[in-house]
């Protein structure tokens, strides 16, 4: 069973794990890889989720993913988040990772809003199956012994379908040591605004372990707001950090004027104001570390690509810069680039803000047929669910 967590004052306790701030990054696939997991820990604290791992994919033990669960030595506490439909095969993930000590804390991913996994009955759509649900939780829970456990979840299908406060009783009769929500059912995608009073209520309703909340926290200020609308135990930052990995230096600078460790003035003070040249050398760092990840700079430069626009974000960098970055090769020609920018150019302030990566509009989920008629498994057997087990992600 998983080590009883507590939270103490604006710091979370998972199991053995002390967080100094209730800061948690949430897994995005192809984003929070060792490298982006490194950078934003120089700038800020909290505790760091791996992308998504397939736990089918895991037990054989493939190559891609036992690169991925591999941390680097500087990583501490070590985080996976596990993806899978099937008990069995869970469990046995959970093992592997437990008895080769690679990893400190163990997540759980309900919250995927992908078609092409909610179609075979797998991420936010499998809690409606609760009993299911339940299996796999207790599952993960026993093998994990010691580690502790803790489960990511969406408010439901949609608005008419929610499963998030059943999935979560489920979840603490189980043994997690927290549960994290995603304030958006896998019908909003990651549209509209994030529905908090739904994170108050689970609160409520969850009284033996923290409750996590997440969705559009841009800001420090935004995630102490969460924390006092909805009385939630800490906050789970995703797209928010995208192209700003400095938001965890923010973030702990208002948590901890919160619990009053530090005065609003020296907190105005470590705020991050990056000028260009900052975040010049920042794109850099991140490509740096890719390449030290994939052992690759031509791959490493290929990834990084897709993070150009979060970091240029209200920037004058020009268009012609913003292409080049996007075509890179080389770290080399990466700093032929870079050089071109006025380093000296100040913050813009609320341009470079706000919300980034995309959002979607709402869409009717892909299910499978006859799902929504019974909450129990029924005629969909876990042959077809596993089909669900692909390499994606979100929630």
């Known amino acids: 069973m998983s080590t009883p967590t507590t939270l103490l004052a604006d710091r979370l306790s998972i199991g053995p794990i002390e967080l100094?701030?209730?800061?948690?990054?949430?897994?995005?696939?192809?984003?929070?890889?060792?490298?982006?997991r490194r950078l934003c820990r120089e700038f800020g604290a909290g505790l760091y989720v791996s992308e998504m791992i397939t736990s089918r994919a895991l037990v054989e033990r493939t190559p891609e993913t036992m690169r991925l669960i591999t941390h680097h030595p500087s990583e501490t506490p070590r985080s996976i988040q596990l993806y899978g439909v099937d008990p069995a095969t869970m469990a046995a993930a959970a093992r592997i990772l437990v008895e080769e000590d690679r990893t400190d804390h163990i997540d759980m991913n309900f919250g995927c809003p992908v078609p092409k996994v909610t179609r075979k009955g797998?991420?936010?759509?499998?809690?409606?199956?609760?009993?299911?649900?339940?299996?796999?939780v207790e599952s993960v829970v026993e093998a994990a012994g010691d580690i502790p456990v803790t489960v990511?979840?969406?408010?439901?299908?949609d608005g008419d379908h929610l499963t998030y406060l059943e999935a979560a009783k489920a979840a603490e009769g189980a043994g997690v040591a927290?549960?994290?929500?995603?304030?958006?059912?896998?019908?909003?995608?990651?549209?509209?605004?994030?529905?908090?009073?739904?994170?108050?209520?689970l609160k409520e309703t969850i009284t033996g372990v923290p409750v996590l909340g997440n969705g559009d926290i841009w800001s420090g200020e935004d995630a102490v707001r969460?924390?006092?609308?909805?009385?939630?135990?800490?906050?789970?930052?995703g797209r928010g950090c995208l192209g700003r990995p400095w938001l965890f230096g923010d973030l702990a600078a208002a948590f901890r004027v919160r619990s009053g460790e530090l005065g609003a003035e020296e907190a105005a003070a470590l705020r991050a104001a990056p000028s260009l040249g900052d975040v010049a050398r920042t794109l850099r760092r991140h490509a740096e570390l890719l390449t030290e990840f994939f052992?690759?700079?031509?791959?490493?430069c290929r990834d990084i690509r897709k993070h150009v626009a979060w970091y240029l974000k209200?920037?004058?960098?020009?268009?012609?810069?913003?292409?080049?970055?996007?075509?890179?090769t080389s770290l080399a020609a990466m700093d032929e680039i870079l050089a071109t920018l006025d380093g000296d150019l100040p913050y813009p302030g609320a341009d470079a803000e706000g919300p980034r990566g995309r959002a979607g509009s709402p869409k009717k989920p892909a299910l499978p047929e006859n799902w929504l008629e019974s909450r129990e498994l029924g005629g969909v057997g876990r042959?077809?669910?596993?089909?669900?087990?692909?390499?994606?992600s979100g929630g």
Not at 123 to 132: C, E, I, R, S
Not at 226 to 237: I, L, S, W
Not at 295 to 300: I, L, N, P, T
Not at 314 to 328: D, K, M
């Open 20 to 36: 100094d701030v209730p800061v948690v990054l949430a897994p995005m696939a192809g984003i929070t890889n060792t490298a982006f």
């Open 122 to 136: 797998g991420g936010a759509a499998l809690p409606w199956k609760l009993d299911l649900f339940r299996e796999i």
């Open 152 to 157: 990511k979840m969406r408010k439901g299908i």
């Open 178 to 201: 927290a549960i994290a929500l995603h304030a958006r059912t896998a019908a909003d995608f990651y549209s509209g605004t994030a529905d908090w009073d739904a994170i108050a209520t």
């Open 226 to 237: 969460m924390v006092e609308q909805t009385g939630c135990d800490g906050v789970v930052v």
């Open 295 to 300: 052992g690759d700079e031509g791959r490493a």
């Open 314 to 328: 209200g920037y004058p960098a020009g268009h012609e810069v913003r292409a080049a970055l996007s075509t890179v």
């Open 383 to 392: 042959a077809d669910l596993a089909e669900a087990e692909l390499d994606h």
